[in-house]
Each structure stands twice: as structure tokens, then as C-alpha cells.
């Protein structure tokens, strides 16, 4: 069928678009929390998949490459999601929080939260990705398995490694800032 697809069958890819909808939507859904969002996610990822199916070399492989263009776009909209609700949160707050702080606290709270999201952009993507999914969307080892297509305890050793890192460029930067005051 994935050979079909790949010499421009519209049929035969609908019928991959019948046998993986499911899934795709699960994984999505996964992800975002959100129906709606999730089915926009796998329309994305199915016209994605069209677009692209030329370049998948190996046929068999077609579940776990179009589950990957899933989990990216349903990605890619909860950071959307995600940067909208921030953005709002952090105008309401400094809004009622206008009054609660002084300038200079407000400053380096502003300036640490800066800070901490770089050292969050300069992780690996594959660290972002498990740390988004376990901190930000609450998903549990099992979860987490399911949607990268691994096992759990491969999960908890590489979400041991994300945070293992992030602490050490935090240290580096308390590190910094001790040697600053100091000197």
C-alpha cells in the first residue's frame, strides 16, 4: 500500500490514512489534551505525509515515520499554545504583581526567567522534547514510551540525562554569578 501511496495512488494512501488514524490521534491527543487541536495536528501531519512520502526510503517503516511527524506537529502546536498562554499570564501578572515588587526584583526575576528559558532552548532537542513531555504535559514514564515508541525505563534514563545537564549549566551559571559578586 506505502508503495501505492509513494507513486501518487490517492486511494491507497487514504487507505494508510483509515489504518493509522487512530493512533495518530492518540499520540496527538497525548500530547496536546486537546480533541480539537489533536485533529488538527494529524490533518497537518497526514497532508505533511503526502507531501513528503516520496522520501521515505524504507515502506515498513511507514507507521513509525508518520507517528514522528505526529508527535512533531502536536509539538510544535502545544509550544504555540503554550507561548500564547504564557505570553497572556506574564502580562496579567506584571500587571497585579506591579505593585507587590520593586524595580530591581522585578528585573532579575525577568532576567532569571530569560536565563532559564535559554539553558531550556539550548538542550538537545530529544531533552526538550522529554522534558516538555513530563514537566509541562504531566505525562507519567508509560506515557512517554508510547508516544517516542521506546520503554519506560529508556524514558527515566534519558529524562535522568535532560535533567542531569540542565542542573549542570544552571550550576554553571550560579558558578558565574558567585565569581562576579566576589570579585
Known amino acids: 500500500m ?8 490517492r486511494e491507497a494512501f487514504r487507505q494508510l490514512v483509515l489504518q493509522h ?14 480533541t ?15 507531501q513528503k512520502i516520496g522520501q521515505l526510503k524504507e515502506d515498513h517503516k511507514f507507521k513509525s ?9 502536536a509539538i510544535d502546536l502545544h509550544r504555540q499554545r503554550y507561548a500564547k ?3 497572556s499570564y506574564s502580562i496579567d501578572e506584571s500587571i497585579d504583581s506591579s505593585n507587590e515588587k520593586g524595580p530591581a526584583e522585578e528585573l532579575e526575576n525577568r532576567e532569571r526567567s530569560h536565563l532559564i528559558r535559554q539553558m531550556f532552548r539550548d538542550l538537545p532537542e ?7 513531555l513530563k514537566h509541562q504535559l504531566k505525562h507519567s514514564y508509560q506515557e512517554i514510551a508510547k508516544i517516542q515508541g521506546t520503554t519506560p525505563k529508556a524514558v527515566e534514563s534519558k ?9 549542570e549549566k544552571w550550576q554553571k551559571v550560579q558558578d558565574r554569578e558567585s565569581g562576579d559578586s566576589n570579585g
Not at 506505502?2 to 495512488?9: E, M, P, T
Not at 488514524?21 to 486537546?34: F, K, M, N, T
Not at 530529544?126 to 516538555?132: C, G, P, S
Open 2 to 9: 506505502v508503495r501505492w501511496a509513494k507513486s501518487g495512488d
Open 21 to 34: 488514524q487512530q493512533i495518530a490521534g492518540g499520540v496527538a491527543y497525548g500530547i496536546l489534551s486537546d
Open 36 to 50: 480539537h487541536l489533536a485533529a488538527d495536528a494529524v490533518q497537518d501531519s497526514f497532508v505533511h505525509a503526502w
Open 65 to 73: 515515520w508518520f507517528l514522528m511527524i505526529v508527535r512533531s506537529r
Open 85 to 87: 498562554i504564557r505570553e
Open 126 to 132: 530529544e531533552y526538550r522534547e522529554i522534558l516538555l
Open 159 to 167: 529524562l535522568s540525562r535532560a535533567r542531569k545537564l540542565l542542573a
